[in-house]
């Protein structure tokens, strides 16, 4: 392919990965839910400095994410688009610094595949278009250890600033996680490399440490200014320290869970990436840059698989070094010629899916509200879903079969399976599991009654229904959401809205 034919390859993929779609579907609870609630709250209080979710202090996340989405909202209007739109141009700088980067170490045809590749991942997608931090953290992670590298190299003061600068806006993103990776990553390199006394001047550089200062105490004084002690116990040692010791929000895995994520997470090109990490390692990593990649994915790799909680995102944090070590190896590309059958196997598993759920695959499922969603959800198995995947099926078998050059074959089944995450799955998805939220939230938008959430967490219904919602039993005279198989606890009941496990009632007697 052309240099022309892949910028426009990118663009498309871009286009589709991360902009196509970000007003169409609902968002997503918990994680959509809450950061747009609080920042509707946000908006609404006035209080740019401390966030809230449905009146209650939360201390997730820092402030950075909160004000990106905020000024959105003032351009866009409170909807999904705006709340989404932050992360889409974090993921598309993302996408453009990892382009830049590998320009300096190959041609450009690579620096453009690489960038295509990474653009239509299945977890990039996901995260580029969700109302969440991981994007723009990812982002300044990326700056970061690139301008770290390039200080290993040049040994340019500028470098260091950068560094630090970007570390800094990685910090006021999500905390302490943007200052450990780069730390411990460009420790391991610099000392492998017997450069110690290089990384610890770079370190203590005082015009350095001044602009990481300068970039993030501000906030984190003006926080614990307004909340004290109550900042330090819920940020720094709940929403951080714990989170390693220990799984929290029931988010626990054995060491083992991120070979699953990998293998899902980099589709469609799952096997060129292991392909590729493999390539490198068995050649005892001689190279300066490849080294600097492997220590930085598996670094993220390991101490994540230790962690005590686990989320299937905080692997990506290390992706950045698997993209430029996979964009600088050519000749595993080259090699990779059967990679489509990974993202054909999944093709099939979802058009199987519906037929195994159909005939008996629902009553397998214990949790009751889940298998209500589910069973109520197979009417959207509809014609455009079946052909949608036959489609791609065929497509995929089509190219991948084809003698055409490898990079065709990247570029036509990348957008392909783009297409059916975007276009097919995801909705599908929204419309089972968040769509009826949605709607049942624009009906409590009008009601005048008490709403409070009953054994039910999503916060995108606060969203939408543009008020403060508090979990707690509900008691008469007050209207409620609940699971549909709560309504047991109820004597007397008006229903106002019901779909799919999800119920809206107005409490007559308990």
């Known amino acids: 392919m052309s240099i022309f034919a892949l910028r426009i390859a990118l663009f498309a993929g871009i286009f589709l990965s991360f902009y196509l779609t970000l007003g169409w579907i609902a968002l997503f609870d918990l994680d959509e839910g809450a950061f747009s609630e609080a920042t509707r709250e946000m908006l609404k209080s006035g209080d740019y400095i401390t966030t809230y979710l449905n009146g209650e202090l939360r201390f997730d996340k820092p402030i950075l994410i909160y004000w990106f989405q905020a000024l959105s909202t003032k351009i866009f209007g409170l909807n999904e688009f705006a709340v989404r739109f932050p992360s889409a141009v974090a993921a598309t700088l ?97 000392l492998s490399k017997r450069e110690f006394g290089a990384w610890w001047s770079a370190l203590l550089n005082p015009i350095g440490i001044v602009i990481f200062l300068a970039v993030t105490l501000p906030w984190y004084l003006a926080e614990y200014h307004a909340q004290g002690q109550k900042f330090i116990e819920g940020f720094f040692l709940k929403h951080n320290v714990e989170r390693f010791k220990g799984p929290m929000e029931g988010h626990y895995g054995s060491m083992f869970y991120y070979i699953p994520v990998l293998i899902i997470g980099l589709l469609p090109f799952s096997t060129i990436y292991l392909r590729a990490l493999f390539d490198a390692l068995k050649k005892r990593l001689k190279d300066d840059l490849t080294l600097y990649a492997v220590i930085w994915f598996g670094f993220v790799f390991l101490f994540f698989s230790l962690s005590g909680t686990k989320l299937p995102h905080y692997v990506i944090y290390g992706y950045t070094g698997l993209f430029v070590l996979t964009a600088l190896r050519g000749e595993v590309i080259e090699r990779s010629g059967n990679f489509y059958i990974a993202p054909l196997v999944l093709y099939i598993l979802l058009l199987v899916l519906p037929l195994y759920l159909q005939f008996g695959g629902v009553e397998q499922i214990r949790d009751a509200y889940a298998k209500v969603i589910v069973r109520e959800s197979l009417g959207l198995f509809d014609r455009r879903y079946f052909l949608g995947l036959i489609g791609a099926i065929l497509g995929t078998l089509l190219v991948g079969m084809s003698k055409r050059e490898i990079y065709f074959k990247i570029v036509v089944i990348g957008l392909l399976f783009s297409g059916v995450i975007n276009l097919i799955i995801l909705p599908v998805v929204a419309q089972a599991k968040q769509t009826p939220i949605k709607e049942a939230a624009l009906k409590a938008r009008e009601l005048q009654c008490k709403i409070v959430m009953e054994h039910i967490n999503v916060p995108s219904f606060s969203f939408y229904a543009r008020k403060i919602v508090k979990r707690r039993d509900a008691k008469a005279g007050e209207c409620a959401l609940i699971k549909s198989n709560r309504l047991k606890y109820f004597k007397k009941y008006e229903t106002i809205y019901s779909k799919r496990g999800v119920v809206l009632i107005k409490v007559i007697e308990r």
């Open 94 to 190: 993302w996408v453009y610094v990892l382009y830049r980067f590998v320009k300096r170490y190959a041609d450009e045809k690579r620096a453009l595949l690489g960038a295509f590749m990474m653009s239509v991942l299945l977890q990039i997608t996901i995260i580029a278009k969700a109302s969440i931090a991981d994007a723009l953290l990812n982002l300044f992670i990326a700056l970061t250890l690139f301008n770290i590298y390039l200080y290993y190299e040049n040994r340019e003061r500028k470098f260091i600033y950068l560094t630090y600068l970007f570390m800094g806006l990685g910090v006021l993103t999500k905390g302490p996680i943007a200052v450990l990776i780069p730390f411990v990553v460009s420790g391991i390199f610099f």
